[in-house]
């Protein structure tokens, strides 16, 4: 199985920074691009940032310039550097990855389990 887990969230205040972390675990062979969701209630999840095996990084316009998508290959995990927080970032986060496992050799989604992110204005 694999698992990703998520950390970092927390309430800041405007014009804040926060960094979330995500690791991928488990019964991993290769783990290709990774991403970065947000979602608020009775909204659709939406792709914040995301990255390629070779670290090549897109981002949503409304964060662009203000947050920072990362990954260590070596340790499966991605990151988001989000700085200038605005009360509109306020969101659970989720971390996406594309991995391939051990047991059936397949390419699947995976996705965290939500941290949340809280900014005051």
């Known amino acids: 199985q694999v698992q990703l887990v998520e950390s970092g969230g927390d309430l800041v205040q405007a014009g804040g920074s926060l960094r979330l972390s995500c690791a991928a675990s488990?019964?991993?062979?290769?783990?290709?691009?990774m991403a970065w969701y947000r979602q608020n209630p009775g909204k659709q999840r939406e792709l914040v940032a995301s990255?390629?095996?070779?670290?090549?990084?897109n981002y949503a316009d409304s964060v662009r310039g203000r947050f920072t998508i990362s990954r260590d290959n070596a340790k499966n995990t991605v990151y988001l550097q989000m700085n200038i927080l605005k009360p509109e970032d306020t969101a659970v986060y989720y971390c996406?990855?594309?991995?391939?496992?051990?047991?059936?050799?397949?390419?699947?989604?995976?996705w965290g389990q939500g941290t949340q992110v809280t900014v005051s204005s």
């Open positions: 990255i390629t095996i070779s670290s090549s990084a």
């Open positions: 996406n990855a594309k991995v391939r496992d051990t047991l059936r050799f397949l390419e699947e989604d995976y």
């Open positions: 488990g019964t991993i062979f290769s783990v290709g691009a």
